[in-house]
C-alpha cells in the first residue's frame, strides 16, 4: 500500500445492483449527449472525499474503529448538482438507507478528523454520480426519464472500501486499498 495518494472513502454496490444501473441508463444516456457517463467500476456512494495527500495506512488504520452496524440500501430515481436545470452533474438517489448511509459517514467523519480530515461543511447528501458535464446542462429530462424507477435491487451494506483516485485523461481510475467489514446488527 502506498504512503500516500487521493483518496476517499464509499460504499460499493453489488453486481445485481450496478446491472440495474446500466439497464436503467440505456434509454437515457441519449438526453445528456455532453455528459461523462461514470463506468460501472467508478459507481460508488462516497461516505467521506479525504484530498490528495492521504496516509492511507493512517485511515485504513483508524477505520478498523467502524462500530456503525450495516443495513439495506436501495437506488431509486435520480437529481442533479447542483440543480437540475444546470447540473454538472446527473445523480442516483438513495431514498431507501439514507439514514444508514449518514450514520457510516457521520462514523467515518469521526475516526478520520483526528487524522487531520476535517468535514468540508456542506453537510451528506447520499448519492451516486451517473455522469459529469464540463459545463453544467439541462438535466432535467433525464431525471424525468429516470422517474422513480429502481436501479436494481435493494443491497446489504456489510463494508466500506478505501479507494485511492488515480485522475486519467479517460477519468478517474479506483483501486480499493482496505475494505473495513461493518459489524453485525445488535443481537444477531
Known sequence: MSPKGRAFVAVVPPA?????????LAPVEHLVPAARWTTRAQRHVTLRYLGTRVDLEAVAGALGGLAVAGGDVRLRG???????RRGSVLWAGVPEGAGLLGRLAGAVG????PLGHEPDGRGFH??????RLRTPGD???AI?????????????????????SET???GARYEAVARIPTPPP???
Do not use: C, K, M, Y
Request: no cysteine; glycine share 12%; charged share 25%.
Open 16 to 24: 445485481a445492483v450496478l446491472d440495474g444501473i446500466e439497464e436503467a
Open 78 to 84: 435520480g437529481g442533479g448538482f447542483p440543480d437540475e
Open 110 to 113: 469521526e475516526l478520520l478528523t
Open 126 to 131: 447520499p448519492h451516486l454520480t451517473l455522469a
Open 139 to 141: 438535466l432535467r429530462a
Open 144 to 164: 424525468a426519464a429516470l422517474g422513480q424507477r429502481e436501479l436494481g435491487p435493494a443491497w446489504h451494506v456489510e463494508e466500506v472500501v478505501l479507494f485511492r
Open 168 to 170: 486519467r485523461p479517460e
Open 186 to 188: 445488535a443481537g444477531s
